[in-house]
Structures are given as C-alpha cells and as structure tokens.
C-alpha cells in the first residue's frame, strides 16, 4: 500500500525527522491562506502515487501567495502524466504547499527489504534528488549500503560510517546518525517495504531536511496497522485491485488483452511468460491463491472479465491444495452468470482434475480445453487473433 508525500512526511515528523513547513490543501484558495503563513514564497507541489512529478510539471515554485493560487487552479483537476503513471496519468486532487529552504546539498536515504540478504538495507547516496535506479547504473560506486542485523537493529557505527561516506562529519554527521535511526524505527514499527527519502536535503544553515518522501507498506500487515490502512486513498488505487484485496485475492492489471487467472505467483509469472512467447501480450492477472472457495473463483472470474480490454481468458490451475473441481464450478457459474463473450481457455492439472475436466465438458459452454501451459497460450493467442 502507498500513501502520499504529505501523509509519509506526517510519519516521518513523529519519529523525530526534520521536514518543511507546510501542509496539505484541496482547494485554491486553501493553497493561497498556507502561503501566507509560510510567508508568501513557497513551493506547490501535486500530491500523487507516481515518481517524476517535477519533470511533469508538478513541482512549482511561487514567489506570492497569488501565484500559489494561480499555480493550484492551474494544478487541481488536472491529468499529471509522468514515467510511472502511464499515459492515462492521474488526476490531482490534493497539493502539498510547503516553505521554500536553501539548498547546499542534496542526499538520498532510503529503507529496503533486502531479500537476498533476508534482512532490512539502509541504502545512501551523495546523488539525491534524482531516481536512484539511474545512479546505480550510471555510478554503482556512489551507491552506499548497510545491511541491518534484525537481532540488534540500526547501529550507531553504521550510521557513521554511511556519514562519512556522504562527505559529513561532526554534528552534520550526527544529525544523519538521528534521521537514519528514526528512519529505521518507522520502518520496523509500521510494517514497511519501502522508506524513501529523497531528496534527504542539507540547508546552507547546515540542518539536514527530507525534502520529500516516499512509504510503501506491506500489505499483509495492515491488519495491525488500522492508523496506516485509514491513510488509504483509493482513488489512486485501481478499482478491480482494491476489490480483489478485499476478497482476499490478488489481480495486478497490465496492459494487453489477454486477462489470466492462475494460482500462485510463480505460476502468473510463468503464464504471462508463456503467452507472451507465443505472441500474446496479457492484460492483467488473478492468483485466486491456494484456498479460495467456488464464491471466491466466481467473483474472481467476474473482476477479470470486467476489463474492457480483456478479449480472452486462459485460466491456468494446478491444483495441489486448491482444487480442480472447484475452480471448475467457479469457472462455469460465473460464465453463465455473466454470459462470457470471449474465447475462453482453461488448463487444469493436479487434485480432482478428471472432476474438474468433467465439470467443464458437461457445461455446456464454449470453454476450450489444453493440457499443457504450451498448448493453453498458444490456442488463447490463437483465438484472440482471429476475433
């Protein structure tokens, strides 16, 4: 789950991290009353789940409180297209307005699960405000990394020794050992995949600010964070997810046309593989996971179908906990219930499979049958080409 710029720098305050001045506004005239109070110069800035906003035109200095209002009416109800929105962009429905500070240096600092080591990474780098994936390319050496023992926390020493690799020393040192830790506790104590600050700004006054911030939360765990889940704004959520997320289920929408319903991450992965290699391009997929009931299947099949783009199904099943049978009967009632008009083909293998088979044969509908995931791509792509 993600939350926006202002929400992120809210958490980031309580934990003792230094941030702008300002808040956040909905309405022009909101924008013009905070500039006042920031003293007239200040900065408009869209909030939006998506990097790049600078670069799209969502990032304005204005040296008045007029011009600020002029910025928002100009800013809200607008389509911010950046690299991460896509084309369709997102609508910006809220502003961050926020002092003006003087900038002598810039930082990245960040907070990462670290799968390959199994543990939480502090990543830094003397290049902040740019995105970090391009200065890992274009210099991996300016990339600074601590990777944290779970079982004793953020030491002080690695702090420091992130300090001097920055180019700070004494109390610019120490105030990074405090923004550092307080970043780690965030972390930790609210269930986060990802904490970003960038840039991590040092002012000519020589205070360290987060300028701006990213938080990622991992979903599984909003279960115990009720302050964290109210922060949701599913507005910037794609509907069919949040419905999916609701009934315990997981659908990410892509951007082709063949939807995919499968069981199991490894197996999505490795049937969008498939019908890509077959010349397919898929439009999202479902993993129905290893329990789901038929209701759960047939509320599934109907979130899949619901987009537009979608001109085919294949559903790929092996069924080892979860059953061929019931995926079957949730396959059929929600073809008949909604009266599926697009070539549909279902692979299943695994517990009850000969029922599962059954089931559809006797159906009476025209759902194509494979054996193989090679067979299963290859008519789906088939039959989405002739329509």
Request: with cysteine.
């Amino acid at each position: 789950m993600n939350i926006h710029e202002y929400q992120a720098k809210e958490l980031l305050r309580r934990f003792g991290i230094p941030v702008p001045r300002g808040r956040a506004a909905l309405t022009p005239q909101e924008v013009r009353a905070i500039a006042r109070e920031l003293g007239g110069s200040c900065v408009v800035k869209a909030q939006i789940h998506a990097g790049g906003r600078g670069k799209a035109g969502g990032v304005k200095l204005a040296g008045s409180p007029e011009e600020a209002e002029k910025i928002a009416g100009e800013m809200l109800g607008k389509k911010l297209v950046t690299h991460q929105t896509g084309p369709q962009g997102r609508q910006v429905k809220c502003l961050l307005v926020e002092e003006r500070l003087n900038i002598e240096r810039e930082f990245y600092l960040g907070m990462v699960m670290d799968r390959s080591l199994s543990c939480v990474s502090v990543i830094a780098s003397a290049e902040g405000g740019v995105e970090i994936e391009e200065v890992a390319q274009r210099s991996p050496e300016k990339i600074l990394k601590e990777a944290i023992d779970p079982a004793v926390g953020l030491l002080p020493f690695q702090c420091r020794r992130l300090a001097y690799g920055l180019g700070l020393s004494g109390e610019r040192a120490n105030l990074l050992l405090s923004i550092t830790q307080g970043l780690y506790r965030a972390f930790v104590e609210r269930d986060c995949s990802l904490a970003e600050i960038n840039p991590l700004l040092l002012t000519r006054e020589g205070k360290l600010v987060a300028l701006d911030a990213k938080m990622n939360f991992d979903n599984n765990a909003l279960f115990r964070q009720p302050e964290i889940t109210a922060l949701r704004d599913l507005d910037e959520e794609d509907p069919k997810e949040y419905e999916a997320s609701q009934l315990g289920l997981s659908y990410i929408a892509l951007e082709g046309n063949i939807g995919c319903m499968v069981n199991g991450a490894g197996l999505a992965m490795a049937t969008m593989d498939i019908i890509k290699l077959y010349g397919g391009e898929p439009a999202n997929f479902l993993d129905v996971g290893g329990g789901a009931t038929k209701d759960k299947v047939t509320e599934a099949f109907k979130i899949l179908l619901s987009d537009k783009r979608v001109e085919g199904v294949l559903v790929n099943i092996f069924g080892g906990i979860m059953r061929c049978d019931v995926i079957a009967q949730g396959v059929v009632e929600a073809a008949r219930e909604i009266r599926v008009a697009v070539p549909l083909v279902v692979r299943l293998q695994g517990t009850n499979v000969e029922l599962g088979k059954k089931i559809l044969s006797e159906s009476g509908l025209s759902i194509i049958p494979a054996e193989t995931m090679a067979e299963a791509a290859e008519k789906i792509v088939k039959a989405v080409t002739k329509k």
